[in-house]
């Protein structure tokens, strides 16, 4: 399955393995057909680590989410340049709707473990095409907005997410 | 003066996730900073600097790069590592502070601390405390061979399990007097340290200072509490994974 984000730096098209993460697949699937991720941004920024979105408003209001799904983190994908995979809380089954996508090889992020600490974070896909559009958003200016930390001072919007 | 603070890594072996994270910190939050603090606890064990194995050779490796780049690097005793020495320093070009390091910037007096010194309710690890960190007994640690070493480690680790595990979450926290003690002792503004692994910002009313500041770091268990120090001020940071 491929589905692109339209954002106000251009379009990011991703590969999703519904064979790997069937559960982490079908979740985000959902969001998308339901059109929650249009108008959210990508609120953290780091640039050398990863971009992370889904889950805010550009007034930084959380919108609500669905239940949370079982973490597919050891499904064998790894948390490489280029991949998407679901944030969650430091419990290891708690993502929802936040996603990030890895701007650097991120090991310390993979699964070595069943245990809370070595769950690690579920790799569902890649970006097949706009890496340039990712490039340009992970090097935005980044500063302090409330209790967040490395928030894009200029909202990075995703206009619309949908299935191709 | 552009500092970063941490503590409380806890590094070994057998947890690369915390050595690649704090890999991951030291590439995106030391940029541009003067000093760099470790305030104790950077191993979840220490038994003498004459132990290496491939694990410490890639951190003293990590150590080494980060000292290249900041002018000052230092670290101070936790109550896991109070065994690292001379040589360690030497060997990573960060030096070690007294266990009570006090300095000033812009008009502030800075405290900075591991912070277990001052867990005064839990007499029985302040005996202990006595006793592992005379000269003495060092000595004598230091003399045995690794394997005894490594033994004794392991012993002391399970002892400090076993008596913690009873213990209240106020003995094993700082005691709030001993604080305001040394503070107006040493006449200080903001005091930093880790070791509880209850990051926060507390707000003290002294003598000297009805608006001090007691900054506590985080362990690296999970979200990440660093402080940074500039002259714009002092803060409590959190680096977090996604």
Known sequence: MKVTLDTNHGTITLLLDSEKAPKTVENFKTYVENGHYDGTIFHRVIDGFMIQGGGFTPDMKQKGTLAPIENEADNGLKNTLGSIAMARTNDPHSATAQFFINVADNGFLNHTS??????????????????????????????????????????????????? | MKAVLISDLHLEENRPDITQAFEKFCEHHLEGITHFFILGDLFEVWIGDDYETDFI??????????????????????????????????ETGFQLLDDQYTFSLNGQNYLLMHGDSLCTLD????????????????????????????????????????????????????TPEEVVKLMEATKTDIFIHGHTHRPQVHTLHLSHNANAKRFVMSDWEKDVQYVTLNNKGTELLTFSKP
């Not at chain 1, 769950?119 to 967040?148: C, L, P, Q």
């Not at chain 2, 005996?127 to 061979?145: D, H, I, P, T, Y």
Request: glycine share 8%.
């Open chain 2, 57 to 90: 050779k890639h951190i003293k490796n990590v150590l080494k790069k980060i000292s290249a780049q900041i002018d000052e690097c230092y670290f101070q005793h936790g109550n896991r590592d109070f065994l690292m020495g001379k040589q360690f320093a030497q």
């Open chain 1, 114 to 164: 069943p245990s809370p600490q070595g769950w690690g974070y579920a790799v569902f896909g890649e970006v097949i095409d706009g890496m340039d559009v990712v490039n340009s958003i992970k090097s935005v200016s980044t500063g302090n907005n409330g209790v967040h930390q490395d928030v894009p001072k200029e909202s990075v919007v995703i206009n619309k997410a949908s299935i191709i």
């Open chain 2, 123 to 174: 007499t029985e690890y302040m005996q202990a405390r006595m006793l592992l960190r005379s000269e003495g007994f060092k000595e004598n640690v230091l003399g045995r061979s690794i394997e005894d070493r490594l033994l004794l480690a392991q012993q002391l680790r399970n002892t400090s399990k076993d008596a913690n595990s009873d213990k209240s979450m106020e003995i094993m926290d700082v």
